[in-house]
């Protein structure tokens, strides 16, 4: 069974700092590994992906995630925060080989960039 | 492209009314899906479908009925809802086999019933 850990409900960050959001997760095969970025009534929207291949992936607003299958970990980082960035993320997690497995989703944590 | 497309956008029901949720896409996908979004639990699968005529049940299937006669259609029913079924719906589809393309998602249904 999979499942995703996202530390963190709430993360707050000044605007123009880090962003980091962290995630671990577990899988009995190698993973495919997600961010989505929900904005307030909205869907979620796609933010970056890693299946196979180069560990370090980058995504839409400047966004990137590094998978380590040592740490079993996909955290998410931004160099500079902006306002826009504010929204809730989700990391989720699929199995390899595009079976009938869906995606599983962490509990999500809400960014709150202060100005 | 439309993408994925959810109607209605909000509802609200009385306890032990019925009521589908709607669900079309327009990319070919084999594959689509519900969830249902609750704060501080994530998105959890309600049910998925691999093709027409194909469904199964994921994580929280209980009180909820799907069907796939058509490759763009996937609805979701509610037979009799409850107050525990309040909760923000999504939609979302992919070609199956073919994770690498990552899950396209509808804009969501928000149900509130009383």
């Known amino acids: 069974a999979q499942s995703v850990t996202q530390l963190g409900s709430h993360v707050s960050v000044s605007e123009g700092a880090l962003v980091l959001l962290r995630c671990n997760y577990s899988?009995?095969?190698?993973?495919?590994l997600f961010w989505y970025v929900q904005y307030p009534n909205q869907g979620l929207q796609l933010l970056l992906k890693?299946?196979?291949?180069?560990?370090l992936v980058k995504g839409i607003n400047g966004f990137e995630a590094e998978f380590k299958k040592s740490e079993t970990s996909f955290h998410l980082t931004k160099p500079s925060a902006h306002m826009s960035d504010a929204a809730e993320y989700f990391c989720?997690?699929?199995?390899?080989?595009?079976?009938?497995?869906?995606?599983?989703f962490g509990k999500g944590t809400h960014l709150i960039i202060q100005p | 492209n439309a993408g994925v497309t959810q109607t209605p956008k909000f509802q609200v029901l009385k306890t032990g009314q019925s009521m589908t949720l709607q669900c079309a896409q327009d990319?070919?996908?084999?594959?689509m899906s519900w969830y249902r979004q609750d704060p501080g639990m994530g998105l959890r699968l309600i049910h998925y479908?691999?093709?027409?005529?194909?469904?199964d049940q994921g994580e929280v299937p209980n009180g909820y009925n799907v069907s796939r006669s058509t490759t763009e259609d996937f609805p979701l029913r509610l037979l009799s809802a409850a107050p525990s079924q309040t909760s923000v719906y999504f939609c979302?589809?992919?070609?199956?086999?073919?994770?690498?393309?990552?899950?396209?998602f509808g804009s969501g249904t928000r149900l509130t019933v009383v």
């Open positions: 979302a589809s992919r070609r199956y086999r073919a994770l690498n393309y990552g899950y396209t």
């Open positions: 899988s009995s095969v190698p993973p495919y």
């Open positions: 890693y299946t196979t291949g180069a560990t």
């Open positions: 989720a997690v699929s199995g390899e080989g595009g079976g009938a497995d869906g995606l599983t």
């Open positions: 990319m070919n996908h084999e594959y």
């Open positions: 479908s691999v093709g027409a005529g194909i469904t």
